[in-house]
């Protein structure tokens, strides 16, 4: 099924960044929140150095979905997952898999800026520490550096001993971003990191974006299908917890195959 | 249609027709069933109660307290600063209350600091690691502590801890350390409780923060969900330490009494507040040392004041 998918996308390229090869590959996945069955039987690829965007209505499974992949839901209790989503050979999913070390290379980004109550710099340092690295160049350097990665650099490189607090939301997000940026992630998770944010200060971080998917393999979760269209190499939609249509961005926004995924492109229901 | 003139016609005819206005006399006000002024003055009532209560509580203490100084010439500086406390004599009565203070200060000190690591431990445990069994447990445990008087607390001091220290660190076994412990583990329920709730204060987001940057579960609490309590662990602290400051009878069960400066934690020792407790019922009303008792009274209140601004400043800076 998924590799019939596959070779229908291929036919429809003409972006020179979908062509990348395959990083996770997410085979039969089922999750539950205890007897709720909320992401069902879902397949698909995720491919290096691009944005896989994942749309779809409310309470659809998207963040769920995304929440696995770098197995954030092992926090809640009552959530059980099944399948497997292979990265590099490795059962994600597995029980045996160190958790801590997996977050360090597959980043989050989350829908509200949650900069610790600490100051612009500690705030990225705190992975590096959190991972054992004390050198005070070292943090110096990846402080700028990430920084820099975000734009955020020049307005903050004053006052990074200041509480990331009195940052704006856009700023906040960005420098959440330079966070996730710190250990030198894989992968970047990003679970509608717009949604709380200005126009512009969205638009900043499309950009952003844009940029980071040349060292990055990007996923982003967003409510927002123009979003979608305007920055992901490949789109998935997702309907009631299940995996509609998986295909590049242009396929499925202009030739999507299923009836659900038009309807729900064209704002018939969400 | 039908319905509402029906129930228009209902409505008596002579209804006054100026009742939008208030013109009601002073006894009015009070009967009429519409009125709020009863209400009214019952809750202004009640408000303006406690505050003339503490305003009237400082102003008593203060007038009393400075006779000592003002009526019977006792020097301010050594009253403070001496530690000579010999009420006795009838010639030359001397009346230096530093040994008390410095008693309350530092059983209220070394009571913090055997009651802080257990209680922030506890309330780790039970707002971060178990939180259903620590809920279930800890939480009534915490509700009992709270619960038990204070003099079942010094009766356990004086036949637990007392012979304990007699027979480990000699001297009578009355001392400064046992009024800090006892002290201690009565104020361990208020601080656990209160820093239990200011852990759980910390937005979950935080702690998804700070797991997705690849951080464990210790990291996660000593790096991030600790600090970001702070302000309120330390109002915690200090409140436990405004209730350990303010404790008599327990601590005037084991601490021995003294009023001898203590040299070491194994002296025994007084408190301003044991101190009042124990000679105020000895005295007469208006003499000298009843004066001076009621000066260790203001000083207990203004270092009460003490704590509680501190706790207004922490709770200030958490809310910026």
């Known amino acids: 099924m998924v590799v019939q998918m596959e070779n229908k996308i291929t036919s429809f390229v003409n972006s020179e960044d979908v062509d990348r090869p395959v990083l996770i590959n997410v085979e039969d996945t089922n999750i539950y929140y205890g007897d709720n069955h909320a992401v069902k039987h879902v397949n698909m690829p995720i491919h290096e150095r691009s944005i896989t965007a994942l749309i779809g209505p409310s309470g659809c499974g998207k963040s769920t979905f995304i929440r696995t992949i770098n197995r954030m839901n092992d926090l809640i209790p009552s959530a059980r997952c099944e399948g497997k989503i292979d990265y590099h050979g490795i059962n994600i999913l597995s029980p045996k898999v160190d958790v801590v070390k997996l977050r360090t290379e597959i980043g989050m980004v989350f829908q509200q800026p949650n900069p610790f109550p600490k100051s ?3 705030n990225i340092q705190l992975p590096l520490k959190f991972a054992g690295i004390h050198n005070k160049k070292t943090l110096r350097d990846v402080t700028e550096k990430c920084l820099k990665q975000v734009g955020l650099w020049e307005e903050v490189k004053d006052r990074l001993d ?7 939301g856009g700023q ?12 030198k992630p894989d992968v970047i998770l990003l679970d509608e990191p717009t949604s709380a944010l200005d126009p512009v200060s969205s638009a900043k971080i499309e950009e952003l974006l844009l940029q980071l998917k040349k060292d990055y393999t990007i996923v982003i979760v967003t409510h927002n299908m123009q979003q979608a269209a305007r920055i992901a190499d490949y789109t998935a939609f997702f309907y009631q917890g299940e995996l509609v249509e998986f295909g590049t961005t242009k396929t499925l926004f202009t030739m999507p195959e299923k009836k659900s995924t038009s309807d729900y492109i064209c704002g018939r229901f969400g | 249609m039908k319905i509402s003139k029906a129930m228009i016609s209902e409505l008596p ?3 006054p027709k100026s009742s939008l206005l208030k013109e009601k006399g002073l006894i009015k006000r009070f009967t009429d069933r519409y009125s709020e002024s009863r209400g009214r003055t019952i809750i202004y009532g009640s408000a303006f109660t406690v505050i003339i209560a503490v305003v009237a509580i400082t102003l008593f203490l203060t007038l009393q307290g400075l006779r000592s100084f003002v009526v019977d010439h006792i020097n301010f500086w050594t009253f403070i600063t001496g530690t000579d406390w010999n009420t006795d004599q009838t010639k030359n009565p001397s009346f230096g209350a530093f040994a008390f203070i410095f008693g309350s200060m530092s059983v209220t000190l070394l ?5 802080t690591p257990i209680a922030i431990g506890s309330a780790i445990f039970m707002a971060e690691l178990a939180k259903k069994w620590g809920q279930r447990i800890l939480q009534p445990v915490i509700e009992i502590l709270v619960g038990i008087p204070s003099v079942v607390y010094g009766f356990i001091g004086l036949t637990v801890i007392v012979p304990f220290m007699r027979v480990h660190f000699g001297g009578s076994g009355f001392n400064m350390l046992a009024g800090a412990i006892v002290v201690g583990v009565m104020i361990l329920p208020t601080v656990t409780s209160i820093a239990a709730d200011s852990i759980r204060a910390v937005p979950d987001s935080l702690r998804e923060a700070s797991y997705a940057i690849g951080a464990t579960k210790w990291q996660t609490i000593w790096r991030v969900v600790i600090p970001a309590a702070g302000s309120s662990l330390m109002t915690a602290i200090v409140l436990g330490m405004s209730r350990a400051f303010g404790e ?6 084991v601490i021995g009494n003294a009023t001898k400066f203590p040299h070491s934690i194994f002296d025994p020792a007084a408190t301003l507040t044991t101190i009042i407790t124990l000679s105020m019922g000895d005295t007469t009303t208006g003499s000298v040392i009843n004066d001076a008792l009621w000066s260790l009274g203001l000083i207990l209140l203004i270092i009460s004041y003490v704590f509680i601004l501190i706790i207004r400043l922490l709770s200030r800076r958490r809310n910026v």
């Not at chain 1, 906040?172 to 250990?183: E, G, M, N, S």
């Not at chain 2, 009571?111 to 009651?115: C, N, Q, S, T």
């Open chain 1, 120 to 122: 612009i710099s500690e």
């Open chain 1, 162 to 168: 200041r509480s990331a607090t009195g940052l704006s």
């Open chain 1, 172 to 183: 906040q997000q960005r420098l959440c971003i330079a966070r996730a940026l710190a250990l």
């Open chain 2, 13 to 15: 005819d002579d209804l």
């Open chain 2, 111 to 115: 009571a913090a600091l055997i009651a």
């Open chain 2, 248 to 253: 008599a009878l327990a601590v005037q069960m």
